[in-house]
T-cell receptor, first 110, second 112 residues
Framework: KNEVEQSPQNLTAQEGEFITINCSYS?????LHWLQQHPGGGIVSLFM???GKKKHGRLIATINIQEKHSSLHITASHPRDSAVYIC????????????FGQGTRLTINP | KAGVTQTPRYLIKTRGQQVTLSCSPI?????VSWYQQTPGQGLQFLFE???????NKGNFPGRFSGRQFSNSRSEMNVSTLELGDSALYLC???????????FGEGSRLTVL
C-alpha cells in the first residue's frame, strides 16, 4: 500500500462541474502540499496546509489531520484546469523530503 | 521577481557518461530540494539542501550526488549514467525548510 494515495487516478468532466480529488496518507506530517502539473512538466504549488481549509479563487483545499485525509475541490471547472494534480506529504516535520501521490489526471471538456 | 531557474532544460547523454544539473533558487530562498520524475515511478525525492548542508537524501544510489553553494545555488551530479536515469529532474526552492515550494521548469535528461 502506498504511503500517499490519491483518488481517482483519472477524471473527465464537463466544463462547469464541481470537481473533488482525494488524498489519503499513512505517514506523519506537519503539512500537505497540493501541486498542479501541466503537460510539458512545470509544477506549480497550489496549496500548503496543515489544518482546516484554504481557498484560492475557484480552488479549495481541506485537510483532516486525525483522519489523515485531504481533498482538493475545483468549483465551476474550466478546460484550463485540465492538468495532473498531485498531493505530497513531508516525511519529517520541517523538511522537504516529500512522499508524492501518483497524481490525478483531470480533463475538463468544453 | 525571477523564479527558479534550472539549466540545462534538455540534454542527451550516453550510458556511462556523467551529467551536472544546475538550479538557481528564488532570491532569498535558502532551501533547495531535488526530485526525479519518471513515467513508471512518478515523483521521487532526491536531496534537500539548506545553508550549504545536505539535510535529507532519498533512496538513490551513490551515483547521485549534489551540493549547495553559499549563494544557495545548487547542483546535482549523476555519474556513470544508466538508461533508467532518463527522467525529468525538478528542483524547488523555499524560504525555509518548512515553506511553500516553488518549482523550476525541470531538466529533461535522456540517456541513450
Amino acid at each position: 500500500k502506498n504511503e500517499v494515495e490519491q483518488s481517482p487516478q483519472n477524471l473527465t468532466a464537463q466544463e462547469g462541474e464541481f470537481i473533488t480529488i482525494n488524498c489519503s496518507y499513512s505517514v506523519g506530517i506537519s503539512a500537505l502540499h497540493w501541486l498542479q502539473q501541466h503537460p510539458g512538466g512545470g509544477i506549480v504549488s497550489l496549496f500548503m496546509l496543515s489544518s482546516g481549509k484554504k481557498k484560492h479563487g475557484r480552488l479549495i483545499a481541506t485537510i483532516n489531520i486525525q483522519e489523515k485525509h485531504s481533498s482538493l475541490h475545483i468549483t465551476a471547472s474550466h478546460p484550463r484546469d485540465s492538468a495532473v494534480y498531485i498531493c505530497a506529504v513531508p516525511l519529517y516535520q520541517g523538511a522537504q523530503k516529500l512522499v508524492f501521490g501518483q497524481g490525478t489526471r483531470l480533463t475538463i471538456n468544453p | 521577481k525571477a523564479g527558479v531557474t534550472q539549466t540545462p532544460r534538455y540534454l542527451i547523454k550516453t550510458r556511462g557518461q556523467q551529467v551536472t544539473l544546475s538550479c538557481s533558487p528564488i532570491s532569498g530562498h535558502r532551501s533547495v530540494s531535488w526530485y526525479q520524475q519518471t513515467p513508471g515511478q512518478g515523483l521521487q525525492f532526491l536531496f534537500e539542501y539548506f545553508s550549504e548542508t545536505q539535510r535529507n537524501k532519498g533512496n538513490f544510489p551513490g551515483r547521485f550526488s549534489g551540493r549547495q553553494f553559499s549563494n544557495s545555488r545548487s547542483e546535482m551530479n549523476v555519474s556513470t549514467l544508466e538508461l533508467g536515469d532518463s527522467a525529468l529532474y525538478l528542483c524547488a526552492s523555499s524560504r525555509n525548510r518548512a515553506g511553500e515550494l516553488f518549482f523550476g521548469e525541470g531538466s529533461r535528461l535522456t540517456v541513450l
